[in-house]
């Protein structure tokens, strides 16, 4: 009976260590680098949404519980790319007790554009903690038809 009860101990432990592995080596879950090119420390991935129209490119990411204040946003011609560092720090001193609590959240994504924008006229803004970027897209050269002969 007893070695019923450690096997299913046993049993348990192993899926516990296998969820948190698993948790662990997901890519949501990296190392990433940052604008400079460094690399820094583990970061998820928001949820993304990209959207095209005939005149803009428009990405949404969820950021939730950041502050505008923490948003590293750069847009170029082909590519969005979105930074989120944010850290705390708590200490508390009392008479026979202290104890410091750190705690660090972030967010990285950087994803190629479908169509070609014009990242100087790029518009953000940042509510209920969604990221909306409207990119205008460049007009479209003139197609030229071309006879076959």
């Known amino acids: 009976m007893f070695e019923d009860i450690f096997r299913e ?9 296998r969820l948190f592995r698993d948790f662990w080596e997901t890519e949501r879950f990296r190392a990433l680098p940052d604008f400079s090119g460094k690399e ?25 519980g950041v502050d505008k204040k923490d948003i590293q946003l750069n847009v170029t011609e082909n590519r969005i790319e979105v930074k989120v560092e944010k850290k705390q720090e708590a200490k508390v001193e009392k008479k026979g007790f202290y104890s410091e609590e750190r705690s660090y959240r972030g967010f990285y994504r950087a994803m190629p554009l479908p169509s070609e924008v014009i990242p100087e006229k790029a518009k953000a803004k940042y509510s209920n903690g969604v990221l909306e970027v409207a990119m205008p897209k460049v007009k479209s050269k003139k197609k030229n038809k071309i006879e076959i002969e």
Not at 9 to 17: C, K
């Open 9 to 17: 101990m046993r049993r348990l432990q192993g899926e516990i260590n």
């Open 40 to 64: 820094t420390g583990l970061m998820r991935s928001p949820l993304t949404d990209l959207e095209e129209t005939d005149k803009e490119v428009i990405a949404r990411f969820e950021l939730p």
